[in-house]
């Protein structure tokens, strides 16, 4: 026992030491890695542009067809990606009011040590970063070189979604090619065999992190608090209980609340381009 406590702090010292690396190394990174999104979506999207779809329309659906679905999928690409990285991920001082007044009614808010003792919201978090605390954080993104937190969500999610939707097309069409219309491109198949290659790894990196963000938004939580819902759920079970998210609002409206989206028909303009911001104020991070 007295040779743990004797190597504990040594472990914290190297614990702060790999965080502030971890730090040094994304700041950068930042710039160069903010470039190279919009530079690998140009290289597919101009391989299904030049190489995929004059030589697969014919086959498939008519070139304007294809050229459209493309068109939208860059088009809500570019909106989101921008929108991402730019917007503000939103702070506790954008929320003071309704912060005071839950702590004048007796709700426990916890207080960050690392911004003066400002008050932290359910999934606000100190971003290492930033140096900053993150409203409703999910994550710091070295792809966006800025925060994911509650006003810049959305934009991550959807940039995510066409990403996904974008390269999965982009893979598909030149499989198609490459697989079952070879006689097409000969006898230089290279570019649509590099196409599908980035494509189809993109397509599977990028729909394994999509799913896992659609997991948390259909679930109340994000990437940071999960663990700490993972150890309360264990915790739970240890004594007989079943431990019950009290941010689970049911999927539905709980992917309603992150998309922004209501009314009637929300579940066809979910997907589209929004500006506008997110609902609900600090009451709806503790109900």
Not at 8 to 18: D, E, G, L
């Amino acid at each position: 026992m007295h040779g743990v406590r004797s190597t504990w702090p040594s472990m914290r010292r190297a614990a702060a030491w790999t965080s502030s690396s971890v730090t040094a190394i994304a700041k950068k990174l930042a710039p160069g890695l903010l470039l190279l999104t919009p530079t690998l979506a140009w290289i597919v999207a101009r391989g299904v542009a030049v190489e995929a779809v004059p030589r697969i329309a014919t086959q498939t659906l008519p070139r304007g067809a294809h050229y459209a679905l493309l068109g939208t999928v860059l088009v809500n690409l570019a909106f989101n990606f921008v929108l991402c990285a730019a917007t503000d991920p939103g702070s506790p001082e954008d929320v003071r009011e309704d912060i005071e007044g839950l702590a004048a009614r007796g709700f426990g808010v916890q207080t960050c040590r690392k911004c003066d003792g400002n008050w932290k919201p359910p999934f606000t978090h100190h971003c290492s970063v930033c140096n900053r605390c993150v409203l409703s954080m999910d994550h710091h993104c070295i792809w966006m070189s800025n925060c994911i937190g509650h006003r810049n969500y959305r934009y991550f999610l959807l940039f995510l979604l066409w990403v996904f939707v974008g390269t999965a097309y982009a893979a598909a069409v030149s499989a198609t090619l490459l697989f079952f219309r070879r006689e097409l491109i000969m006898p230089d198949p290279m570019q649509l065999v590099f196409t599908f290659t980035l494509g189809a790894t993109l397509a599977l990196a990028v729909g394994c992190l999509l799913a896992w963000q659609l997991y948390y938004v259909f679930t109340a939580q994000s990437t940071i608090d999960s663990r700490e819902f993972e150890h309360m759920k264990l915790d739970a079970l240890e004594k007989g209980e079943t431990y019950r998210n009290p941010f689970d609002q049911g999927w539905v409206r709980n992917f309603q609340q992150v998309l922004n989206v209501s009314g009637r028909f929300w579940w066809m303009v979910w997907c589209l381009p929004s500006v506008r911001g997110p609902r609900g104020k600090v009451s709806f991070y503790i109900e």
